[in-house]
């Protein structure tokens, strides 16, 4: 009983940021500075919605933010998996040291690597196309280190022999043996993905010279004027961009549970 209060009280707290958002988003500036605050949401919501789609071009920017997050997601869980699956399960030349560096660039912070990259994408020619949001980003450190780490723990070598003596190649026991056990990992790798990219402000900022190519997050930050700024109006934009992150997550943990349900129930 106690365990069920305890974990009942952190669902409550774990959800309260999103509730208080709603009251904001459905308010009214004055409303978020008096004192003592309302507790209990306003009756300004859709107006406040209907502001944030005449102040900035909300659903070409979701478009935009869309394609990049899907697209993204989708090579970060192709490139890692391979080559979580390569550094895992095969042996090759300067493997150790291959995987070493990966993890410095791991700890380099992805600021000091701006400008290099910036340039590297102008000379492209990529800056102001939604090509610079995506390659660059379409593996990552991060994804081949998680992926690498469920690969040794959950993919036997005995279905590896068992796939050569029957004839597969690589790419055969990459898709037909591998892919079906990273499902919980790829479950997880590609909730994580989707919303780094889809929050991510500082490059999109950086690298998207067209504002008619912009995403969400730098559409959602010209609401937030220097005088005189409408925090009811912003908290209505962050409150329309953050739900299609609520269903993008319920679905990837109904999925990631499942998969990690039934990968227990089989050992």
């Not at 979580?84 to 030349?93: C, T, V």
């Not at 993008?248 to 990968?263: P, S, W, Y």
């Amino acid at each position: 009983m106690c365990v069920r209060a305890v974990l009942l009280l952190g669902v409550l707290i774990s959800l309260f940021p999103f509730y208080w958002l709603v009251v904001m988003a459905s308010g009214t500036t004055q409303d978020i500075y008096g004192y003592p605050p309302k507790l209990v949401p306003g009756p300004h919501l859709l107006d406040n919605m209907s502001r944030v789609l005449d102040t900035i071009d909300f659903f070409g920017s979701l478009l935009n933010t869309v394609v990049v997050a899907v697209v993204g997601t989708a090579l970060v869980l192709f490139f890692d998996s391979l080559a979580a699956f390569a550094f895992a399960k095969y042996e090759f030349p300067a493997k150790k040291f291959l995987f070493g560096m990966l993890l410095v660039t791991y700890m380099i912070p992805a600021q000091l690597s701006l400008v290099p990259q910036f340039v590297t994408i102008a000379e492209f020619g990529w800056a102001g196309s939604l090509k610079a949001l995506i390659i660059p980003g379409a593996a990552n450190a991060f994804g081949i280190f998680w992926m690498r780490q469920y690969a040794q723990n959950s993919l036997p070598d005995e279905l590896l022999d068992a796939g050569r003596i029957d004839g597969a190649g690589f790419f055969r026991l990459y898709t037909q043996v591998a892919l079906p056990l990273f499902r919980p990992a790829l479950a997880f790798l590609g909730i994580f993905t989707f919303i780094g990219l889809w929050n991510d402000y500082i490059w999109p900022l950086v690298v998207m010279i067209d504002p008619e190519k912009v995403t969400l997050q730098v559409a959602l930050a010209n609401l937030n004027v220097l005088y005189n700024a409408d925090y009811a109006l912003v908290m209505a934009g962050a409150l329309m961009s953050v739900i299609p992150l609520i269903v993008v997550f319920l679905f990837g943990a109904r999925h990631f549970l499942r998969d990690l349900a039934a990968g227990a129930m089989k050992m």
